[in-house]
């Protein structure tokens, strides 16, 4: 199973607070693991990506609690090998959702954020040795900080691999971290594609 594409956290019935991600990363991955003859579950979220890929399940979500949800629902009902976890999860939400449309002529608008709940943390909870790769975008992070940042999100959660990747002045890199192991340079999302699923196709039985 793969997550990709922004999630959305609503502010009002007619607004949301969104993130940059395409979903690119994810059908990319989605499209690599179907050519080898590998069932895939895409759970997409809102944006540009609207055609579909034969042969992928193809689950679309908008907001945090439908991602949740979803990954709740797929994880209970079905035995994945791995889930690829590339979604861009907002990280936080208003502390309290008003429930009709904000009128626009207002001179400003204070809204307080709290933090969501961390869904790459549950991931495994409904199977032991589920593979789990998770996802670390720094922007503007260096070489040393894509792999810094990518060690540290290993040593707090229990994921198998993590991807750490940035867009530092519209060029693509990224690392995939190990343990103590990091794999890359990889200059564009192809090239780290096809690096994360030779690594998987070793590790997974």
């Known amino acids: 199973m793969i997550t990709a594409g922004p999630t959305w956290v609503a502010i009002d019935k007619a607004r949301v607070i969104s993130n940059i991600a395409s979903g690119k990363t994810g059908f990319i991955l989605a499209d690599k693991f179907k050519s080898l003859g590998i069932d895939v579950t895409l759970l997409l979220g809102p944006g ?34 791995a889930v690829i976890h590339a979604a861009a999860v907002s990280d936080y939400k208003p502390n309290k959702i008003i429930k009709s449309k904000v009128d626009s002529d207002r001179i400003s608008w204070r809204i307080n954020l709290i933090p969501t709940k961390k869904l790459i943390n549950s991931l495994g909870v409904y199977r032991n040795n589920l ?37 530092r002045e519209g060029n693509y890199c990224a690392y995939i971290l190990e343990n103590t192991i990091h794999h890359g340079p990889f200059f564009s999302k192809v090239k780290m594609a096809s690096g994360l699923v030779k690594l998987m196709r070793n590790k997974i039985t």
């Open 48 to 81: 540009y990506f609207l055609g579909s890929i034969e042969g992928i399940k193809i689950i679309r979500f908008k907001y945090f609690s439908q991602l949740e949800t979803l990954l709740k629902k797929e994880l209970k009902k079905k035995i994945y090998s």
């Open 131 to 167: 593979f789990k790769v998770g996802f670390k975008f720094e922007p503007d992070g260096n070489n040393n900080k894509l792999i810094n940042e990518g060690k540290a999100l290993l040593k707090r959660t229990d994921l198998d691999l993590v991807v750490a990747n940035s867009n």
